[in-house]
């Protein structure tokens, strides 16, 4: 890397991604409100339809969500590189908190203080996840179709119990079933 | 050999778990049990402590258990091993979809896989109250019959107050979830809620 404006856009990915590990608990959806703030609001990196994609294919595809978020973004903005930075940074909050703990706490313990600490923020994260589902939904539900799709997902997965993968497949299928029959449709 | 069956175990994991890391513990059970890293009552305080503690709970598991293996060198490989899959596949993905973005299958596929995703998003935020918000499963019959003593009242009142501190207040959601901490500390350590 010759150029330091590089360098320095690479430095501030790595750090957006360090304090989306840092501030990430309860698994991959709760980074989801931050990652959104800090891409769209703050640095102005994706679009919030943007941010949507990156969470259609990071949710499709196996492994950690967080990781596959991180390496999305990265790539999207500055290529290889920028996913190596996202991914690294993401991962390093968890790898140095734990081995902090096992290695020096031993155990993380029944302190009162900091368990109630993880109850606020495991509760806060119900709030805000639900905050960027309404924000996302308003960019990306307009049409009826949209609103069947979405409903029918959150029926699916939260009620039947169907995994995600499936019912991804399913609306990719049926997104271009539908595009395909309208395309048509204003051909003629 | 321990290293590279260490590196193969959280390699597997990462490439077939789907659903991201809570629904991928089983499959770390099962890898852990089978080649030995550690006995199930050191898994459970595996599952309890990569649940609170900040990052991705597939990545601190990772961590813990090379670290129960090897110490800081099985960490390193055991998280290299889980986080490299998901990197190599998401490349060759986006590189797919960079090519295809103007095709008319992949934009068709795109438009349905989009609302869904908001779909699931409201789920995950049902999934993530189960058990924190409520005192049982938030999708079950109880909700309906068991009343008000169902909820834990407290953390409502925590979520509801995350809600209108990003809405209304515009508040940045590190800012909300530091709130939420600290009050949660104050009620934990004053003994106003049992944790």
């Known amino acids: 890397m010759k150029n330091k404006g590089e360098v320095k856009e690479l430095a501030s990915l790595f750090a957006a991604f360090l304090k989306l590990g840092l501030f990430t608990i309860g698994g991959g959806y709760a980074m989801i409100p931050q990652m959104q703030h800090l891409a769209v609001e703050e640095h102005g990196w994706l679009t919030d339809e943007e941010v949507v994609d990156c969470i259609a294919v990071s949710q499709s595809l196996p492994g950690i969500i967080a990781i596959n978020m991180a390496t999305y973004i990265g790539r999207k903005l500055y290529g290889m590189k920028g996913a190596v930075c996202a991914t690294v940074g993401v991962v390093i909050p968890s790898f140095v908190i734990i081995s902090l703990i096992v290695l020096v706490l031993g155990a ?16 806060a994260v119900c709030g805000l996840i639900l905050v960027s589902a309404v924000r996302l939904g308003r960019q990306v ?12 997902a959150l029926a699916a997965i939260a009620f039947a119990g169907i995994n995600a993968v ?11 079933i539908y595009s395909s029959i309208r395309s048509g449709k204003e051909v003629r | 050999m321990g290293f590279v069956n260490l590196f193969a175990a959280f390699f597997r994991i990462g490439l077939f ?20 890293f550690m006995d199930p009552a050191e898994f459970s305080d ?17 961590t813990y258990v090379g670290l129960h293996f090897a110490g800081l060198p099985g960490a390193a490989v055991a998280t290299f091993g889980v986080v490299l899959p998901e990197f190599i596949i998401m490349m060759m993905v986006c590189r797919f979809l960079d090519r295809f973005r103007e095709n008319r299958l992949v934009e068709g596929a795109f438009t349905g896989i989009r609302p869904v995703t908001i779909g699931l998003l409201f789920a995950a935020a049902l999934f993530v109250s189960d058990g924190v918000l409520t005192r049982g499963p938030v999708i079950s019959k109880a909700i309906l019959t068991a009343g008000a003593g169902y909820f ?33 500390a104050v009620l934990g350590g004053t003994g106003l809620i049992q944790v």
């Open chain 2, 17 to 36: 778990g789907f659903g991201g890391g809570l629904a991928m513990l089983p499959l770390i059970y099962q890898s852990v049990q089978q080649f030995g």
């Open chain 2, 152 to 184: 834990d009242w407290i953390a409502v009142g925590i979520g509801a107050g995350a809600v209108l501190l990003m809405t209304a207040a515009k508040m940045k959601p590190i800012r909300v979830m530091l709130l939420a901490a600290a009050a949660g």
């Open chain 1, 166 to 176: 499936w019912v991804i497949l399913a609306a990719a299928l049926l997104g271009i």
């Open chain 2, 46 to 62: 595996l599952l309890a402590l990569s649940q609170v503690t900040p990052g991705p709970i597939a990545v601190n598991a990772a």
């Open chain 1, 141 to 152: 539900l307009r049409t009826p179709f949209q609103w069947v799709l979405m409903l029918g």
């Open chain 1, 108 to 123: 993380i313990g029944e302190n009162p203080w900091l368990q109630g600490a993880f109850l606020g923020v495991k509760a």
